[in-house]
């Protein structure tokens, strides 16, 4: 262990470990900007420079290790005074435009300056506008850029998708595309991990919460909303709601507040994916010889999206089930249209994700079953938070309501649809139904939940070895499918999440600078699970009625039209 001091406290530490590490062990919380652990730890911002005693210059303590008999003072006059300068300099190339960020209030940046009284920026302002194409889901402000490198780093190491890159040198060093191409022409998922591990405004969703204040207003358009299962475990976090207090009866208020005219749970779409995708799954296992490579799932469009820019060759093996958002969109605009004498265009179909991506996924050509688009609009969690918000809606002072039926009773199979393998433990359930005729013990497949990156499981549906993976993080996708292709690995069924821990640690989640979430946010999904009366898709009386009164059985003809899709078409986005 290295004996050490650090703003008068004695402190006992293992060695390689940093002064910022070391710190934080005594709760002294060292300022930053661009240190995230285990990804970006590279120094670039130079705010949290620390003084030892006995030497001349300040260091940076994220990179300067421990050792024997350091004195460390962290916000000594002279620490401070470079911090602030640092600081300040960072601001001379910072709009500062705070009042109309979407991050103001939650910007570490803004935090900073305030904390250290910074009032005035001493130095020249240099603040570089790169056009951007603010029709794409994902907005880049070059203005608000600090170069921490974050975004640069994220990509690479979690999702390496390598979608951004440092551009010039000096005082002129930015940040922009790789391969100096436009965002439109990369291999961008829209995972939105860049965004939400941001510490400043620089990237952000498009908003598209204008275009709901329009189909309000609109008394030609029935408008209806859907809301994602990932969504109840964070959305009441900005109102300061209790995890007792932010329950889905209060978030289907809040949603009929603003003035939707029905209001559904995309739960019940996710049982419906999951009668979809297990019958594909159980007719994938009838022929194995067929199938050199395992049938994946579908329903995460960033994921879709990196396998068809990067792996092409896999495409042919990704479920045809559309993702549970798109499924209610066409349930919406034909079922349901019809149930209500509606026509599809007389519909304002709206959904309410943890994900940038589904913006693009609701542009796509393939996805307008009924003749229009399926999916009109949508809203990350965050834009849901600035719509309540403006709306002056306080959630806490709200009755409890129901969501609309009905389309929405859902189970709890559809419920853990947000968190890492939550979609194979809901076809596995089915699956063991259709094979068995019995249900499996509820404890029969919760193997694949955990935050690991890649979870492998092998199962017994009758008589029948059935070997699972389940895997979470563009990054930890991608050396699968290298071992597949290598012949390392042989699986059945594979569950991929683009974002790490799965919907839940979502691009369009509330942001926790420097904090990672999902883990916590799935346990209450799974806390909702063991609380639905019903667990499994197949049991659900609702969607039994749907099959029996219009799409007549999984994949039935109507099924596969509304309900499926060509991915190897789908290159043809609209945005």
Not at 91 to 110: E, F, I, K, P
Not at 292 to 315: D, H, I, L, Q
Not at 398 to 411: G, H, I, K, R
């Amino acid at each position: 262990m290295v004996n050490l001091t650090i703003d008068g406290i004695k402190v006992s530490v293992p060695e390689g470990t940093t002064i910022m590490q070391a710190a934080a062990t005594v709760g002294i919380d060292i300022p930053r900007l661009c240190f995230l652990k285990d990804i970006n730890e590279i120094s670039a911002c130079k705010v949290c420079v620390v003084e030892i005693q006995g030497q001349n210059r300040v260091v940076t303590s994220c990179t300067t290790p421990v050792q024997e008999g350091l004195v460390v003072f962290t916000n000594s006059p002279k620490a401070r005074s470079v911090r602030r300068t640092n600081v300040e300099l960072i601001l001379s190339q910072h709009d500062c435009l705070c009042a109309t960020c979407v991050r103001s209030g939650n910007c570490s940046l803004q935090k900073l300056s305030n904390d250290l009284g910074i009032f005035d920026i001493p130095f020249e302002r240099d603040v570089v506008d790169v056009p951007w194409n603010k029709d794409f889901p994902l907005i880049r402000d070059s203005k608000k850029c600090i170069k921490c490198m974050r975004c640069v780093q994220v990509c690479d190491k979690v999702q390496d998708l390598h979608i951004w890159d440092v551009q010039n040198t000096g005082s002129r060093t930015t940040v922009d595309v790789a391969g100096n191409i436009t965002i439109e022409d990369s291999n961008c998922s829209l995972c939105g991990q860049c965004i939400t591990h941001c510490p400043v405004g620089a990237l952000k969703e498009r908003d598209d919460v204008p275009k709901i204040y329009e189909a309000l207003a609109d008394t030609s358009k029935v408008t209806v909303v859907q809301v994602a299962p990932a969504v109840r475990t964070a959305w009441a976090e900005a109102f300061g709601l209790t995890e007792e207090q932010a329950t889905e009866g209060r978030l289907a208020a809040a949603l009929k507040r603003v003035g939707f005219d029905y209001v559904f749970d995309t739960s019940f779409a996710a049982d419906v994916t999951i009668m979809e995708e297990a019958s594909e799954l159980l007719e994938h296992l009838k022929e194995p010889d067929k199938h050199a490579w395992p049938m994946f799932t579908s329903c995460c469009p960033g994921w879709v999206s990196y396998v068809t820019k990067k792996y092409p060759k896999f495409v042919g093996n990704l479920s045809t089930t559309k993702s549970p958002q798109q499924i209610f969109g066409a349930i919406i605009k034909s079922f349901f249209a019809e149930s209500k004498g509606l026509k599809p265009k007389e519909i304002c179909s709206i959904s309410i994700m943890p994900c940038v991506s589904k913006k693009r996924e609701a542009g796509l050509l393939s996805m307008r079953s009924s003749g229009t688009h399926d999916i009109d609009i949508v809203l990350t969690t965050r834009e849901l938070v600035r719509l309540l918000r403006a709306e002056h809606i306080n959630p806490a002072l709200l009755e409890e309501a129901e969501f609309d039926n009905p389309l929405s009773l859902n189970t709890g199979a559809g419920v853990i649809f947000g968190a890492t393998g939550g979609v194979m433990e809901a076809a596995l359930r089915t699956a063991y139904h259709a094979v068995t005729g019995a249900e499996a013990p509820f404890d029969a497949f919760v193997d694949v939940r955990g935050e690991a990156g890649r979870k492998v499981r092998e199962f017994t549906i009758g008589g029948t070895t059935l070997r699972t993976c389940t895997v979470s993080g563009l990054g930890n996708a991608g050396k699968l499918l290298e071992d597949l292709q290598a012949g390392k690995v042989h699986y059945d069924f594979v569950e991929v999440m683009a974002c790490p821990g799965g919907c839940v640690g979502g691009g369009g989640q509330p942001i926790h600078d420097g904090e990672e979430r999902a883990a916590m946010l799935g346990d209450k999904l799974y806390k909702l699970d063991d609380a639905r009366p019903l667990r499994q898709s197949h049991n659900n009386p609702d969607v039994k009625a749907l099959y029996d009164n219009f799409l007549e059985k999984p994949l039935s003809e109507r099924a596969e039209h509304l309900l499926h899709s060509n991915h190897l078409k789908e290159k043809n986005y609209l945005v």
